[in-house]
């Protein structure tokens, strides 16, 4: 049990060189109703110095704060996955979702194809003038087309395109190396979409082996998934057709 002194009274605190300060006990004296018998105890008195102190800077108070996880199972389709369009809708959402990933979030897809090995070759096929086959005349490689989104270094999202292509490990390696050093090889974006960052049915040059960026956006809103066409082509020749689903900026 405390008690209150009255604020301006205090109570007894003597101070001593050096010391902290002392405080007196008070005494409380108490009996039950209709009696005659007292008791009493002694408690400490908490005067207005006390009242008035405050937390030392090096150990503030901590106030718990309890920081909203969304449900994802509201985003999530048939197998489970998250739909990222639905997702993007809600924009907060969205990017607390991006900043949970460890790596980009894909959309895309590859074609493994067999390309004419020079353009010599492709220009018999395509006059239809091919008549003796030989193995050395073509090679095989993937090509691919990907989108990914993913946070920058402020937290902002980031959408990126990539085209790519590589030899399988078992081709003609030098005459692979001879159409991407001769710019042969190309690839052309066919889409409803009009925002994308890149050339839109036109050839875009694979002038190096691998997978390089070839456009990219910063969302301010939702996005799309988009139906995109990829046909890659050497010389004039079209080698390979695929579809693949990227994602998009919403019009």
Do not use: H
């Amino acid at each position: 049990m405390c008690t209150f002194i009255e604020p301006g009274r205090g109570g007894a605190a003597p101070k001593f060189d050096g010391s902290k300060i002392l405080e007196e006990d008070r005494i409380i004296s108490f009996t039950r109703k209709n009696r005659e018998e007292w008791d009493f105890f002694t408690t400490q008195t908490i005067s207005s110095q006390k009242l008035g102190a405050a937390y030392p800077l090096s150990a503030p108070p901590l106030i718990p704060v309890q920081v909203r996880e969304p449900d994802w199972s509201q985003y999530l389709n048939e197998e489970g996955l998250v739909q990222i369009d639905r997702l993007s809708n809600n924009f907060g959402d969205f990017i607390q979702f991006l900043k949970q990933e460890s790596e980009p979030v894909v959309s895309g897809g590859a074609l493994t194809i067999t390309l004419p090995a020079s353009p010599s070759v492709a220009k018999a096929l395509v006059a239809n003038e091919y008549d003796k086959y030989s193995p050395s005349d073509f090679v095989r490689a993937t090509t691919s087309f990907n989108s990914t989104i993913a946070v920058d270094k402020v937290g902002s999202p980031l959408l990126v395109y990539w085209a790519g292509i590589t030899p399988d490990k078992e081709t003609n390696l030098r005459a692979f190396s001879s159409l991407i050093s001769e710019n042969q090889i190309a690839i052309k974006v066919t889409s409803d979409i009009k925002s994308f960052p890149f050339p839109m049915n036109e050839p875009i040059r694979l002038k190096e082996e691998g997978i390089r960026a070839i456009g990219s956006v910063q969302p301010a809103k939702s996005i799309s998934y988009a139906q995109t066409k990829i046909q890659v082509a050497v010389s004039s020749l079209v080698v390979g057709t695929f579809d693949v689903l990227l994602f998009a900026v919403k019009q």
